[in-house]
């Protein structure tokens, strides 16, 4: 059936270090892809969001790409701050007109 | 802040009891939806509303029960509660039923069953 699969954690990174989480899914059609974030002790927030193949999401110096031929939608980000420690979470949207999330990837930066 | 208020916060039960948790929308958003997030089973979708009616079933026990008010207002109805249903349950609002859309998440409800 449809799932999303990312990356375990917890990612430990040093503060300006490169992050790239791996997300990888498994739909029929044409789902959109998300990234969210959960901060400590917050909701999600939706960090960015992809639609239709080749588009790249981005925002807060985050960014990914919708990769139909590999189905695929990593995030990355060229230098981490420790204020970017949270969890993060890939979804699609699946069958059934839901979001469906992924386990979640803990990233940790420390100074 | 997201704009989606939940109450309670902290929620402590005993096992076989019922328990209800609210959900207040971002003003203007016609969509709620539920989510339980729990160690051993994540992120998981349970509901959605959208301007009173239910839109989207996920994963929710028989056990369990959503409805929408007309003011949009949500409330998530738990009983026979279990030691398993400890959880942290989520609200989310959206401005229509596209799930597609961004869902903005509220702080939360934590639940612990004694």
């Known amino acids: 059936g449809d799932s999303v699969t990312q990356m375990e954690g917890p990612v430990t990174l040093s503060e300006e270090a490169f992050l790239t989480i791996n997300c990888t899914y498994t739909?029929?059609?044409?789902?959109?892809l998300f990234w969210y974030v959960q901060y400590p002790g917050e909701g999600l927030q939706l960090l960015l969001k992809a639609t239709k193949a080749d588009d790249k999401g981005s925002n807060k110096g985050f960014e990914a790409t919708y990769r139909k031929e590999t189905t695929s939608f990593h995030l990355e980000k060229g230098s981490v701050q420790v204020s970017d420690s949270a969890v993060y979470f890939c979804?699609?949207?699946?069958?059934?007109?839901?979001?469906?999330f992924g386990t979640g990837t803990q990233l940790k930066v420390e100074l | 802040d997201s704009g989606v208020t939940q109450t309670p916060k902290h929620l402590i039960t005993a096992t076989g009891q019922r328990v209800t948790l609210r959900c207040s929308p971002r003003?203007?958003?016609?969509?709620v939806y539920w989510y339980q997030q729990s160690l051993d089973q994540g992120l998981q979708f349970l509901i959605q509303y959208y301007n009173g009616e239910e839109r989207a079933k996920g994963n929710i026990l028989e056990r369990f029960s959503a409805q929408q008010f007309p003011d949009l207002h949500s409330e998530l109805n738990l009983s026979s509660l279990e030691l398993g249903d400890s959880a942290l349950y989520f609200c989310?609002?959206?401005?229509?039923?596209?799930?597609?859309?961004?869902?903005?998440f509220g702080p939360g409800t934590r639940l612990t069953v004694l």
């Open positions: 989310a609002s959206s401005a229509d039923a596209e799930p597609y859309n961004e869902q903005f």
């Open positions: 979804a699609y949207t699946g069958g059934g007109n839901k979001l469906t």
């Open positions: 003003s203007g958003d016609l969509s």
């Open positions: 739909a029929t059609g044409y789902p959109s």
